[in-house]
């Protein structure tokens, strides 16, 4: 998570506060939850911060009882008014004492719809690490599969001091906590300082099975300057094709300026990975603007260049316009480029349609022996190689 959604969800918690301190006119003679005796030990728990009062009713839907707490939850969950969704999730977080977190944190990852599932988790650890962030890197450090809290837990501790988080974050034992914590230094540090998270990410080393630092490093310096991240990227000799740092640059520089994001890949040396970084720029563009994209692509001269943007273009349209995108695959100048294009856009027509596809791409020209048969298409590849 970055410092941006840090802030931003640190926004909706004190809103929620607010809402909740407006809401009351008269204090709560409701008694107060107990702790349930699945939290951590008190002995490892901060002080708890005071609470907002809250209306009586409110304090009896939100009980900490198994039952009910798993009910109240669905229901908030079960609202279709997002803004509504939001302010009820922030008042039942609102409720918790520092021991009742972990156990509400542990039921909401059981709930049902990812979404929901998801916004709820990212603001009950965000009021966690604000109240808590001790509290909340030992439950981190003692059960698996909750390691990623440990990156908001030093997100918020770079702010304070940098040096002092990262020398606490490579003091710890768990490889896997302490990749989550050097992200959220990293994180922070892309806001502020972009070029020392690159380095940062650099030194860490890797962490198998996780997606390197340096892509995240990258990812984030493009957020805040593209064209200097790309810079750099382009004279990185780390990593290599489609996830190569010049190519986390292109992806989130397309995501905010697919022309500009672009016209720089057409401007490297390297033909391979200009023809990659452009495939990605295109790709990109043509799902947000396909009239812009489209005149873009056109206006390229004949090349490796003209044909990797032709293929992006293919694979952008398919899923909506499979007659489209045969065209654009047609269009490529080399053969074996514009065959592994038809066989590629072949096996998802195959996949989406199995009994009227292969028809439809023999009148779209595409080679008999490009064309699976019924029961081997292959999914829609991901937006983002």
């Given at each position: 998570?970055?410092?941006?959604q840090?802030?931003?969800?640190?926004?909706i918690?004190?809103?929620g506060?607010?809402?909740?301190?407006a809401f009351?006119?008269?204090?709560s003679?409701?008694?107060?939850?107990?702790d349930?005796?699945?939290?951590?030990p008190?002995a490892t728990?901060?002080?708890?911060?005071?609470?907002?009062?809250?209306?009586?009713?409110e304090?009896?839907?939100?009980?900490?009882?198994s039952?009910?707490?798993?009910?109240?939850?669905?229901?908030?969950?079960?609202e279709?008014d997002?803004?509504?969704?939001?302010t009820?999730?922030?008042?039942?977080?609102?409720?918790?004492?520092?021991?009742?977190?972990a156990d509400?944190?542990k039921?909401?990852?059981?709930?049902?719809?990812?979404?929901d599932?998801?916004?709820?988790s990212r603001?009950?650890i965000?009021?966690?690490?604000?109240?808590?962030p001790?509290?909340?890197?030992?439950?981190?450090?003692?059960?698996?599969?909750?390691?990623?809290?440990a990156?908001?837990?030093?997100?918020?501790?770079a702010?304070?001091?940098?040096q002092?988080?990262?020398d606490?974050?490579?003091?710890?034992?768990?490889?896997?906590?302490?990749y989550?914590?050097l992200?959220?230094i990293?994180?922070?540090?892309?806001?502020t300082d972009?070029?020392?998270?690159?380095?940062?990410?650099?030194?860490?080393?890797?962490?198998?099975?996780?997606?390197p630092?340096?892509?995240l490093?990258?990812?984030?310096?493009?957020?805040?300057?593209?064209?200097?991240?790309a810079?750099?990227?382009?004279k990185?000799?780390?990593g290599g094709?489609w996830?190569?740092?010049?190519?986390?640059?292109?992806?989130?520089?397309?995501s905010?300026?697919?022309a500009?994001a672009?016209?720089?890949s057409?401007?490297?040396?390297?033909?391979?990975?200009?023809?990659?970084?452009?495939?990605?720029?295109?790709?990109?563009?043509?799902?947000?603007?396909?009239?812009?994209?489209?005149?873009?692509?056109?206006?390229?001269?004949?090349?490796?260049a003209?044909?990797?943007a032709?293929?992006?273009m293919?694979?952008?349209?398919?899923?909506?316009?499979?007659?489209?995108?045969?065209n654009w695959?047609?269009?490529i100048?080399?053969?074996?480029?514009?065959n592994?294009?038809?066989?590629r856009?072949s096996?998802?027509v195959?996949?989406?349609d199995?009994?009227?596809?292969?028809a439809?791409?023999?009148?779209a020209g595409?080679p008999?022996?490009l064309i699976?048969?019924?029961?081997?298409g292959?999914?829609?590849?991901p937006p983002g190689?």
């Amino acid at each position: 998570m970055t410092l941006r959604q840090v802030l931003i969800i640190g926004g909706i918690f004190v809103a929620g506060v607010a809402i909740d301190r407006a809401f009351v006119a008269t204090e709560s003679t409701a008694s107060s939850k107990q702790d349930d005796p699945t939290s951590p030990p008190a002995a490892t728990v901060a002080p708890a911060a005071t609470k907002p009062a809250v209306p009586a009713v409110e304090l009896q839907q939100f009980s900490s009882s198994s039952g009910q707490t798993k009910k109240a939850l669905e229901a908030i969950l079960k609202e279709t008014d997002p803004r509504q969704r939001i302010t009820d999730l922030q008042s039942f977080i609102n409720t918790l004492k520092p021991g009742e977190y972990a156990d509400a944190l542990k039921r909401i990852r059981r709930l049902p719809g990812s979404s929901d599932r998801d916004l709820a988790s990212r603001l009950l650890i965000s009021s966690w690490v604000q109240s808590d962030p001790n509290g909340a890197l030992q439950f981190a450090a003692s059960n698996a599969g909750y390691e990623n809290i440990a990156e908001s837990v030093f997100q918020q501790e770079a702010a304070t001091g940098v040096q002092g988080a990262i020398d606490r974050a490579m003091a710890l034992p768990n490889p896997d906590l302490r990749y989550q914590a050097l992200r959220g230094i990293v994180s922070y540090l892309a806001d502020t300082d972009p070029s020392a998270a690159l380095v940062l990410a650099q030194k860490a080393g890797d962490f198998p099975g996780n997606e390197p630092l340096t892509s995240l490093a990258y990812r984030e310096w493009a957020n805040v300057d593209p064209a200097a991240a790309a810079a750099q990227a382009a004279k990185d000799p780390n990593g290599g094709g489609w996830r190569s740092p010049v190519n986390q640059v292109v992806r989130t520089w397309a995501s905010q300026d697919p022309a500009a994001a672009a016209n720089w890949s057409l401007s490297l040396g390297d033909p391979q990975t200009s023809s990659r970084a452009v495939s990605q720029a295109v790709r990109q563009w043509a799902r947000a603007d396909l009239t812009a994209a489209t005149n873009w692509v056109t206006g390229l001269s004949d090349g490796q260049a003209h044909d990797s943007a032709s293929a992006a273009m293919a694979y952008a349209i398919a899923p909506n316009d499979a007659q489209s995108a045969v065209n654009w695959a047609n269009g490529i100048a080399d053969e074996n480029a514009r065959n592994a294009a038809l066989q590629r856009l072949s096996r998802e027509v195959m996949w989406r349609d199995p009994t009227n596809g292969a028809a439809m791409l023999q009148a779209a020209g595409v080679p008999v022996n490009l064309i699976p048969p019924p029961g081997q298409g292959r999914p829609p590849f991901p937006p983002g190689p």
